[in-house]
């Protein structure tokens, strides 16, 4: 029913910006927390940002002061912004929402590919 759709992700230079988008599909319901994963080849599954409903955020030692995570509304809609980009952010990344109510516990998107290389 609900599906988080995330867009944005390429291929970028090293130093250069990406801006990725995730929003939540046939929502009725806001999330009290939703963040960004990655995965790069060969490791696991990492968090990158989480943003609440109240605005809080927290990020990865390997990103702050790169990235920002913002929100545009409650029902699920999150953006990472990532600046001076380096090799190692290369990974799929993942958005993810908790929900106050919902079928499940959280949901996560397909997944988009970011690769960082010159």
């Known amino acids: 029913q609900v599906q988080l759709v995330e867009s944005g992700g390429g291929l970028v230079q090293p130093g250069g910006s990406l801006r990725l988008s995730c929003a939540a599909s046939g929502a009725v319901f806001s999330f009290y927390v939703m963040g960004w994963y990655r995965q790069a080849p060969g490791k696991q599954r990492e968090m990158v940002a989480t943003?609440?409903?109240?605005?809080?955020?927290n990020y990865a030692d390997s990103v702050k002061g790169r990235f920002t995570i913002s929100s545009a509304d409650a029902k699920g809609t999150v953006f990472l912004q990532m600046n001076s980009l380096k090799p190692e952010d290369t990974a799929v990344y993942y958005c993810?929402?908790?929900?106050?109510?919902?079928?499940?516990?959280?949901?996560w998107g397909q997944g988009t590919q970011v690769t960082v290389s010159s």
């Open positions: 993810n929402g908790k929900p106050y109510y919902g079928l499940r516990s959280e949901y």
């Open positions: 943003i609440t409903s109240g605005g809080s955020t």
